[in-house]
């Protein structure tokens, strides 16, 4: 699959958890989701030490095709109101939450790598001075932002014609822009992006994006009225051009113990005897040896590799034994077989677990290598290259 465009997707969805739902089920189409005014609900009750009657554990929405990125909430009342989701089909782009950079309730940095140059997305809620008045504050020294948006709740002339007023704060948001060589896109579809909802209150422009201002063919967004749902904002998409990259949805496996992998080793040990190493006696001679080996081994892997395609539901359990027994299901659909199915699963299973018992038991530090906080941790690569500050 190649990528040549990040297509962005953003929302105030007025902290219903019904319409975030609904966007991450229908909208996998798009590569990155922004959302504002997220919603936060507690999802069950957790032992605490400190209360008998149990600390509530606070969660937003999540979906197993996307990837959250936000900050951990501290408490109820002062939970974020930013969340962003990346598809997990860009798991190769390596999203990051740079908190390290920016630590704040109301705005999500978002880097990512695209042709070994790392660019950031700025994802933002505004409801009063001090969301824009910490981004004023904070010497915050990164280049490549390509993106800054979102609910800002300025109503400004700059932006919206039929209002006829400048405020003062507007000025700082595009000082702001500025400074991370952002400028005001135009939506080539011109209209409110949020709908009041009482008779005496007029409609407003107050969801707004500003882009890179280096790239040409990046200066407009799309707004769609009829998909806002039961927010009172309007969504929001634009399509942001990248370097063409190509993500692979296709690998080569060997499975342990497999025949594949019984018949590939069996191919390199019989090409290994055929190998003269008896008169290597200088560079050019070990030169050809090496690439003779590095030769055979491709040819077996070549031979007896499986393609497989990469997917959330692939399991590392199942066996050619599974997949035999559900094609003959599928082509009977007799109680029979879906009984020879499940119990081919079962199988496939309680190998693939006895086995994984087995390899850590016989380990240096024996189960405990079950557990994560033993295992080496990898420090934010902004704290690993950090050196005598």
């Known amino acids: 699959m190649i990528i040549k ?20 089920k229908t909208l996998n189409h798009f590569n990155i989701i922004l959302i504002q005014e997220s919603p936060w609900s507690e999802i069950h009750k957790i032992p605490s030490s400190l209360n008998c009657e149990e600390d509530p554990l606070i969660g937003s929405v999540h979906h197993s095709n996307w990837i959250t990125f936000t900050r951990s909430p501290l408490a109820n009342k002062n939970s974020p109101r930013v969340i962003s989701y990346i598809n997990i089909r860009l798991l190769s782009f390596c999203f990051l939450l740079c908190k390290d950079i920016i630590n704040h309730r109301d705005i999500n940095l978002i880097s990512f790598s695209n042709n070994n140059i790392c660019y950031y997305i700025l994802n933002i809620y505004s409801d009063s001075l001090h969301t824009l008045k910490y981004l004023k504050d904070t010497e915050v020294n990164i280049d490549n932002v390509i993106l800054m948006t979102e609910d800002f709740n300025i109503r400004d002339s700059l932006w919206n014609p039929t209002f006829l007023f400048h405020s003062s704060i507007s000025d700082n948001l595009i000082i702001i822009a500025d400074s991370f060589n952002l400028a005001l896109s135009m939506p080539t579809n011109p209209r409110p992006t949020r709908y009041s909802d009482t008779a005496r209150e007029s409609n407003s422009v107050i969801d707004l994006m500003f882009l890179c201002n280096r790239l040409s063919e990046l200066d407009h967004h799309t707004i769609f009225p009829k998909s806002q749902l039961s927010s009172d904002h309007t969504s929001l998409s634009v399509d942001i051009p990248i370097t063409e990259e190509i993500i692979q949805t296709l690998k080569f496996t060997l499975a ?15 090409n290994l005897k055929h190998l003269d190493t008896s008169n290597i006696m200088d560079t050019e001679v070990l030169e050809y040896v090496v690439n003779r080996l590095r030769s055979i081994i491709d040819q077996a892997w070549s031979k007896n590799a499986k393609k497989s395609r990469i997917s959330k539901h692939s399991k590392q359990w199942w066996s050619d034994d599974c997949k035999r027994s559900l094609n003959n299901y599928r082509s009977s659909r007799s109680l029979d077989n879906w009984k020879k199915f499940k119990n081919s699963v079962k199988n496939a299973k309680q190998s693939f677990f006895n086995d994984k018992i087995q390899e850590v038991a016989n ?27």
């Open 5 to 24: 465009n990040l297509k962005i997707y953003l929302q105030n969805v007025r902290k219903n958890s019904l319409i975030v739902n609904t966007i991450l």
């Open 256 to 270: 342990p113990k497999s025949k594949q992998e019984t018949a590939f080793i069996h191919n390199i040990i019989l």
């Open 363 to 389: 380990k240096s530090r024996g189960l405990w290598e079950l557990t994560n906080w033993i295992k080496r941790r990898k420090l934010p690569a902004i704290e690993t290259i950090n050196h005598d500050n």
